[in-house]
């Protein structure tokens, strides 16, 4: 069964985020405005975060977490947007819907990724 971000996953990832008081959000749905798209070198990868937003001037990252997604791939995902939270004083954010957040544990403890998992429900 493929899973997709849905609105839904993005309707309870924004209610946490503006729970937590975070402002100047960026997102991949309507009516926000889109993400800066990074593109890491030696390769075509782009990334696009699924959200960025500020609290207290510092910038962060959050991505909603699917273990269809390739390992690889969204191991160097994250890693990138981990080092652009860490060089604006912000963290890395990885909403996890029911049944991903192993997968999100596993490949966090896996490649060393400092990051928080939100689970959603």
């Known amino acids: ?3 997709e971000k849905t609105k839904e996953l993005y309707d309870q990832a924004l209610r946490w985020i503006h729970q937590r008081k975070f402002y100047g959000i960026k997102a ?3 009516p926000f405005d889109t993400p800066k798209t990074f593109h890491r070198q030696g390769d075509d990868l782009a990334i696009t975060p699924d959200f960025t937003a ?3 001037e510092q910038k962060s990252f959050f991505d909603i977490v699917l273990k269809e997604d390739a390992r ?3 191991a160097g995902r994250w890693r990138l947007m981990q080092e652009l939270a860490a060089r604006n004083g912000g963290k890395l954010y990885l909403f ?4 991903h957040k192993a997968f999100a544990e596993r490949l966090i403890g896996k490649y060393g990724l400092d990051a928080r998992i939100i689970p959603l429900y």
Do not use: S
């Open 1 to 3: 069964m493929i899973q």
């Open 28 to 30: 991949n749905v309507e």
């Open 54 to 56: 500020l609290r207290n």
């Open 72 to 74: 690889r791939q969204i």
């Open 96 to 99: 996890a819907p029911k049944g």
